[in-house]
């Protein structure tokens, strides 16, 4: 998932960091399956 918004939607990744008004950082949990995720915003 990571990769396809570096790759294919990076331009989305660029407009949500612009909407928001802070960068947005991905990182890999192995402890997550593929369904799991958080948002954290610093």
Aim: charged share 20%.
């Amino acid at each position: 998932m990571i990769d396809l918004f570096l790759d294919e939607e990076s331009q989305s990744l660029a407009m949500l960091s612009d909407f928001i008004g802070k960068p947005v950082s991905l990182q890999v949990e192995t402890a997550y399956n593929q369904e799991q995720f958080d948002i954290i915003l610093m």
